[in-house]
């Protein structure tokens, strides 16, 4: 059983801890065996000794190396957006929970992919019951999921003879949502063509200034206008604007055609995501679809993170499985234009099945001529 027990414990040491010697390190060892194999075929006491203090500044290394990587306790901070290629902030918070003891020259770095990656993070000295935190950028060139999977902690303390690391479980699961990028010229002077590129005002309940004219029977006197009244010596009132909430529909076509590769899919996905930016910050009501799933009309930023997010994990589908229910729902494109409704269709290929599908849409955004 105590065998057992022991067994157990250097199992779970070697796998969350692993020691590798530093170029110094090696020739400290190499000098040591040789000094130890001249006391052993010389006897001279002299070299007895220097062999026993050499032997016990490898055993402190072991024992205080061990000791700057215990008790220590790590927090990552990531943002709640990530875009990809926009660089990120993240942060990361080092706690050292031993009572009495410090930790010295210890190095953090993420272990993405099962690789350990060196973000630049070094603490020089954590003392007992202190915390620190260190932020480094982030780059991530694709959208989807992605993860974080560790840190890996080293320390060179105290000779610098070895490089001990421990392993800790920090897993970071991430969304990273499409590239956004400014609307193709074209684009956006087609949208600013047909009056679409801004929301239309109107008289109504608001915070804007619409009109100014003279009091009537019944107006609420909170309105008046006092300074142009003293002004004009009689009552004037303001009314105030709001703005006519406009839809819009986006659709994404997912089904690859027979004789199309999937590589500008991505960049049909970017565009998607940049017009849902636009039509959002335009105070639009924005309807999504990405093949058959649907996101319906809403506005605010929650709304927009739902659609990139939906954006962010969509894929191709494979050719020669046909999604019905994707042409149902373009099929109603031209019901919804004849309404008043924008609707924009942004083709990742040429398919003439979509294309005949979605008939009398507002507009199809060929994705290829849009770089």
């Not at 926009?86 to 930790?103: F, I, K």
């Amino acid at each position: 059983m105590r065998f057992e027990r022991i067994r157990e414990f250097f199992r779970w040491f070697y796998r969350y801890r692993s020691l590798r010697l530093t170029p110094e390190g090696t020739r400290f060892l190499l000098l040591t065996l040789a000094v130890g194999m001249a006391a052993l075929n010389t006897g001279n006491n002299l070299l007895y000794l220097l062999l026993a203090m050499m032997l016990s500044l490898i055993v402190m290394s072991g024992i205080l190396s061990e000791q700057c990587l215990r008790r220590l306790v790590i927090r990552r901070v990531i943002p709640d957006n990530m875009f990809a290629n926009r660089p990120a902030t993240v942060t990361l918070a080092v706690a050292n929970r031993q009572p009495r003891l410090p930790s010295f020259s210890l190095r953090v770095l993420d272990i993405v992919e099962g690789k350990a990656v060196d973000r630049g993070i070094h603490i020089l000295h954590l003392p007992a019951g202190a915390s620190v935190s260190q932020s480094y950028p982030v780059l991530f060139t694709r959208r989807g999921r992605h993860r974080i999977d560790g840190v890996k902690i080293q320390t060179r303390f105290p000779f610098g003879l070895f490089i001990k690391s421990a392993n800790l479980f920090l897993i970071s699961d991430l969304v990273v949502y499409p590239e956004l990028r400014p609307l193709p010229e074209s684009l956006a002077h087609d949208l600013a063509v047909l009056g679409y590129d801004q929301a239309l005002s109107k008289r109504g309940p608001g915070v804007g200034l619409y009109n100014l004219r003279e009091y009537q029977h019944g107006d609420d006197s909170r309105t008046i206008h006092w300074k142009t009244t003293a002004r004009q010596s009689r009552l004037i009132v303001r009314e105030t604007e709001t703005e006519d909430l406009r839809q819009v529909t986006l659709a994404l076509p997912t089904a690859v055609p027979e004789d199309h590769a999937p590589e500008g899919f991505e960049r049909a996905v970017s565009l998607t995501a940049s017009l849902a930016a636009h039509f959002h910050q335009q105070g639009f009501a924005v309807r999504l679809l990405v093949g058959a799933q649907e996101v319906p009309h809403g506005v605010g930023e929650p709304h927009l993170y739902r659609m990139l997010h939906v954006l962010a994990l969509c894929e191709p589908v494979p050719a020669g499985q046909p999604d019905a229910a994707a042409l149902d729902g373009l099929r109603t494109m031209g019901d919804r234009t004849a309404r008043g409704e924008l609707t924009i269709v942004v083709m990742p290929w040429q398919d003439p099945a979509v294309e005949a599908a979605c008939r009398g849409a507002s507009r199809l955004v060929p994705a290829w001529e849009t770089r």
